[in-house]
């Protein structure tokens, strides 16, 4: 068996052309228990996220009636949140005695996607061990017959660099693999077929990001399939930006940049599948929300009222939904769609200040929880409520630092008594809109993409950080 991420889940496309159609669309299904009907299961609709959920005890099982003794080589489970850990795949003819033809001991839950090798009328899945407290769920059980060898165009391992992609199976032919912000080399992509007569082609990406895709030939000319590798940029290379606004005015849930953070638990168990590490960027430690379905994160009650704007910064390669919600006691929450209304970026940190004028149900009085809802792996850091301006604007020393010229229209020159170790522009909402690591004591900055208005530089020189408003003409 092989793991399928919930990216590659979410990029699965038809595979007609290397397995037959799924021969347990619409057949008649049966369960130990229904708190969702089995039927769900079968009715070919994943997207619309039906399923079958049993009760929360062990052993559970659900069957379908394939109507005729039916030869079977592949088969695919699409849990839900609640998944078996331990199960078998098994098969009857009389839905009485059942054989063996698949056991699995420790899944994750996801898509379970199973090449096997049995014969019957009936299928079923006996869950012995669930992986969560609540009963067995599951969007679709699919059953597929295995395929001739001469009109077998599928293949048996995709590597990159030398290396088999994790969650690699044959009958999954979309993949995304994930790189280091700031590499520029497409990886080498090589590949073996199940039929070693088979003919493979593979046409590398011209750039990163970018897509290596794979042609694969029958060996009697009759089918081909076609596999692709998404190369992403989904790991970042630095600490997110660091915040632009006072400490006296801000309300710090996490943030290696505030004291006194507010946040008690950042991965509070809500029945999601996310999974939740910190991660060390530059000394600066981020949240990383890998397989994001939803993920909450509890704090202090905290009166916010007074505060104008939630900020987070965020990091992806691959997500297309995102939203984020603040919550208070009761609990009341609504979301706000970053992909709605912002568009998600890919492959650098983005800073976003969300007006509190958007959560129009939560208790502000009472926030004490955060809740994010999207998909793909995402990073975030510097959590926190503010209100005002951005961080107060001084003028420099003049002898320690000198910005010229200043109004700018296109290069602003930046000289500094010792070595600058970094540049950052912020506009007025407190983005951050430009940044840049000299590592010498004089820099040139390139701001002619810029709106016209007022900005403000902040030029950090061996710790030392120094503000100065900016004005773009």
């Not at 048996?156 to 280091?180: K, N, R, T």
Request: hydrophobic residues 35%.
């Amino acid at each position: 068996m092989k793991k399928i991420t919930f990216l590659m889940a979410a990029l699965l496309v038809a595979v007609s052309s290397i397995y037959a159609q799924n021969l347990a669309i619409g057949k008649t299904t049966t369960a130990s228990t229904e708190i969702q009907v089995a039927s769900n299961a079968v009715d070919g609709d994943p997207d619309g996220r039906s399923r079958w959920e049993s009760a929360s005890e062990d052993p559970q099982w659900i069957t379908i009636d394939l109507e005729e003794s039916t030869a079977i080589g592949r088969v695919v489970l699409d849990w839900e949140g609640a998944y078996g850990k331990e199960y078998k795949i098994q098969v009857s003819e009389n839905n009485a005695d059942w054989t063996d033809i698949y056991t699995e001991t420790n899944s994750d839950g996801g898509i379970d996607d199973i090449t096997l090798s049995g014969t019957g009328r009936y299928i079923r899945m006996y869950g012995t061990v669930r992986g969560t407290p609540w009963g067995y769920s599951l969007y679709e059980f699919e059953v597929y017959a295995p395929i001739a060898t001469e009109k077998d165009a599928s293949l048996d391992d995709i590597m990159i660099d030398g290396v088999s992609v994790e969650g690699f199976a044959s009958g999954i032919s979309s993949y995304s693999y994930g790189l280091l912000q700031g590499t520029t080399t497409v990886p080498e992509v090589t590949v073996s077929t199940s039929n070693e007569s088979a003919n493979a082609v593979v046409t590398e990406a011209n750039t990163i990001p970018g897509t290596t895709t794979i042609e694969v030939t029958s060996s009697d000319l009759s089918t081909t399939a076609t596999y692709t590798v998404q190369f992403i940029i989904d790991t970042p290379s630095s600490a997110a930006p660091t915040p632009a606004q006072n400490e006296a005015n801000v309300i710090s849930v996490y943030s290696d940049n505030y004291s006194n953070n507010l946040m008690l638990n950042s991965n509070p168990y809500w029945g999601q599948t996310t999974v939740v590490t910190e991660e060390d960027l530059e000394s600066d430690y981020a949240l990383k929300y890998a397989d994001l379905n939803y993920q909450g994160m509890e704090y202090t009650s905290t009166d916010v009222s007074g505060m104008e704007y939630v900020h987070l910064d965020y990091f992806t390669g691959d997500a297309t939904e995102l939203q984020f919600a603040v919550i208070s006691e009761g609990p009341l929450e609504n979301a706000y769609d970053i992909a709605a209304n912002e568009g998600i970026v890919t492959g650098q940190w983005v800073s976003l200040n969300i007006p509190l004028t958007e959560y129009s149900t939560p208790d502000l009085t009472k926030a004490f929880q955060f809740k994010t809802v999207g998909n793909g792996t995402i990073y975030l850091d510097n959590l926190y409520f503010w209100k005002g301006t951005t961080t107060a604007v001084s003028e420099l020393d003049s002898e320690a630092l000198s910005i010229a010229p200043n109004p700018v229209m296109s290069i602003l020159e930046i000289k500094g008594a010792s070595t600058i170790d970094k540049i950052e522009l912020f506009d007025l909402s407190g983005k951050i809109v430009m940044a840049e690591f000299p590592a010498n004591a004089f820099s040139k900055l390139d701001v002619s993409s810029l709106a016209k208005g007022i900005y403000v530089a902040k030029i950090t020189m061996g710790g030392v950080v120094k503000t100065q408003k900016i004005i773009k003409q």
